[in-house]
């Protein structure tokens, strides 16, 4: 063979090594594209499938996130063996209850379950055990934990994400839209199986099961302190009546946007609301030249916007700058606050992070940043392996994350490194 034939001959054969290492695109649903189910009768099938089923089921849920008000399901993906795919519209149901109760015992797959768990949970669907793909992949040590990623990594598959975020509230729902709804269900029972003998085979199985309880049996949410402080932009501002004005404007924008069923910032975006707190406009002229303030909510609702703004400038009972916080300061300051505390902080992160290291994972899925800050700035007296342990389990900490932490972050306390 000469040499031009045998590096024909090479070059040949690299390029169908690469083609194979290509990840398969799944584009069609195994079972095709279902139908939507929108009728009582659809549901009652769709549940007696299911109930019928064996093994997991696989979960999912698409909201309108950016598009409608708060965070409610639009579509309910469910699939598990023996039962098919069923798409679910849950919009013309009191509940899907009856799905609930066709897969109660049953192990539900979900990726990123903290996502959708909230909105399923409105639909009265609340899973009796769980196993989150994502979490199981952090846990296990992959360095992309995307669905996408995690179905290409594990499965060799390439799974498109293009309307990941779409209005899901659209009806009727595209047809591409729905093959994308399934498919996003299609392979998370193969998934969790690679994810668990990854797991057992390092032996952190035990760890990712008491997460996924402790996710599924988390409290809901309770409602939020001033939650307009969340408003972005508001760190620009430095006095008490414009935040009164960013309050008002926030708590009218939120009441106007859940009556219309739209996603607040489709009305009027945060960055006017704080523009309209510093300007504090006094005409319509005025308030429509401020930055943000344009379109149909500005104009037709102008004189909504305006009596904010002028019972901000009459009121007398502002709200304080900050509002009272349990968290410790930020590190930066602990030096000259408080140096002890400083001390055990800089001894005990980086063995945290030299132990989540050994383990394959995310610091922050061995010992939540927050709960390690908290412990580092006001640890239990005394300090010993027993009383740091209850504090750790009191802040949150479930108890692999305790019989890991406990120990180091002892003899870190009791012996801190030298600044």
Same mark, same amino acid.
């Given at each position: 063979?000469?040499?031009?034939?045998?590096? !024909?001959?090479?070059?040949? %054969?690299?390029?169908?090594?690469?083609?194979?290492? %290509?990840?398969?695109?799944?584009?069609?649903?195994?079972?095709?594209?279902?139908?939507?189910?929108?009728?009582?009768?659809?549901?009652?099938?769709?549940?007696? !499938?299911?109930?019928?089923?064996?093994?997991?089921?696989? *979960?999912?849920?698409?909201?309108?996130?950016?598009?409608?008000?708060?965070?409610?399901?639009?579509?309910?993906?469910?699939?598990?063996?023996?039962?098919?795919?069923?798409?679910?519209?849950?919009?013309?149901?009191?509940?899907?209850?009856?799905?609930?109760? #066709?897969?109660?015992? *049953? %192990?539900?797959?979900?990726?990123?379950?903290?996502?959708?768990?909230?909105?399923? !949970?409105?639909?009265?669907?609340?899973?009796?055990?769980?196993?989150?793909?994502?979490?199981? =992949?952090?846990?296990?040590?992959?360095?992309? *934990?995307?669905?996408?990623?995690?179905?290409?990594?594990?499965?060799?598959?390439?799974?498109?994400?293009?309307?990941?975020?779409?209005?899901?509230?659209?009806?009727?729902?595209?047809?591409?839209?729905?093959?994308?709804? =399934?498919?996003?269900?299609?392979?998370? =029972?193969?998934?969790?199986?690679?994810?668990?003998?990854?797991?057992?085979?390092?032996?952190?199985?035990?760890?990712?099961?008491?997460?996924?309880?402790?996710?599924?049996? #988390?409290?809901?949410?309770?409602?939020?302190?001033?939650?307009?402080?969340?408003?972005?932009?508001?760190?620009?501002?430095?006095?008490?009546?414009?935040?009164?004005?960013?309050?008002?404007?926030?708590?009218?924008?939120?009441?106007?946007?859940?009556?219309?069923?739209?996603?607040?910032?489709?009305?009027?975006?945060?960055?006017?609301?704080?523009?309209?707190?510093?300007?504090?406009?006094?005409?319509?002229? =005025?308030?429509?030249?401020?930055?943000?303030?344009?379109?149909?909510?500005? #104009?037709?609702?102008?004189?909504?916007?305006?009596?904010?703004?002028?019972?901000?400038?009459?009121?007398?009972?502002?709200?304080?700058?900050?509002?009272?916080?349990?968290?410790?300061?930020?590190?930066?300051?602990?030096?000259?606050?408080?140096?002890?505390?400083?001390?055990?902080?800089?001894? #005990?992160?980086?063995?945290?992070?030299?132990?989540?290291?050994?383990?394959?994972?995310?610091?922050?899925?061995?010992?939540?940043?927050?709960?390690?800050?908290?412990?580092?700035?006001?640890?239990?007296?005394?300090?010993?392996?027993?009383? *740091?342990?209850?504090?750790?389990?009191?802040?949150?900490?479930?108890?692999?994350?305790?019989?890991?932490?406990?120990?180091?972050?002892?003899?870190?306390?009791?012996?801190?490194?030298?600044?």
């Amino acid at each position: 063979m000469t040499p031009s034939n045998a590096s !024909a001959v090479q070059t040949q %054969e690299t390029a169908a090594t690469e083609e194979a290492r %290509e990840p398969a695109p799944l584009e069609e649903p195994r079972d095709g594209v279902p139908l939507v189910v929108n009728t009582a009768s659809g549901l009652r099938r769709a549940a007696a !499938a299911l109930a019928a089923g064996t093994g997991p089921a696989a *979960v999912d849920a698409e909201r309108a996130s950016g598009f409608r008000y708060g965070q409610r399901a639009f579509l309910v993906q469910v699939r598990r063996e023996g039962a098919g795919t069923w798409l679910i519209d849950p919009e013309p149901f009191p509940d899907l209850a009856p799905i609930n109760d #066709a897969l109660s015992g *049953v %192990e539900w797959i979900l990726h990123a379950s903290t996502q959708d768990l909230p909105c399923l !949970a409105e639909v009265g669907m609340r899973p009796d055990r769980l196993f989150d793909t994502e979490l199981a =992949a952090r846990l296990a040590g992959l360095p992309r *934990v995307g669905l996408a990623a995690v179905v290409e990594s594990l499965l060799g598959l390439r799974l498109a994400k293009e309307h990941s975020a779409a209005d899901w509230s659209t009806r009727p729902l595209p047809e591409p839209w729905l093959r994308y709804a =399934a498919l996003d269900v299609e392979v998370l =029972a193969e998934l969790r199986t690679e994810l668990v003998r990854l797991l057992e085979d390092s032996g952190k199985l035990g760890f990712a099961e008491e997460e996924f309880e402790a996710i599924r049996t #988390a409290p809901p949410a309770g409602p939020r302190t001033d939650p307009w402080r969340r408003t972005s932009g508001l760190h620009q501002l430095r006095d008490r009546r414009q935040l009164e004005a960013v309050r008002l404007l926030w708590e009218e924008r939120e009441a106007l946007a859940e009556n219309r069923d739209v996603a607040p910032g489709r009305l009027i975006p945060d960055s006017a609301l704080v523009a309209a707190a510093k300007a504090m406009p006094t005409s319509v002229p =005025a308030l429509l030249k401020t930055p943000g303030f344009h379109g149909r909510a500005a #104009a037709k609702e102008a004189p909504r916007w305006l009596r904010c703004l002028a019972a901000a400038r009459n009121a007398t009972d502002l709200p304080p700058l900050h509002l009272p916080s349990s968290s410790p300061p930020p590190p930066r300051v602990w030096a000259e606050k408080d140096p002890a505390a400083a001390a055990r902080l800089n001894t #005990a992160k980086p063995r945290i992070a030299r132990a989540a290291e050994a383990l394959d994972m995310p610091t922050e899925n061995l010992l939540t940043p927050d709960y390690l800050r908290r412990i580092c700035w006001r640890p239990p007296a005394p300090i010993d392996p027993d009383t *740091v342990a209850g504090a750790l389990a009191a802040l949150g900490a479930r108890p692999w994350q305790v019989r890991i932490a406990a120990p180091i972050l002892t003899v870190a306390f009791l012996d801190p490194d030298p600044a």
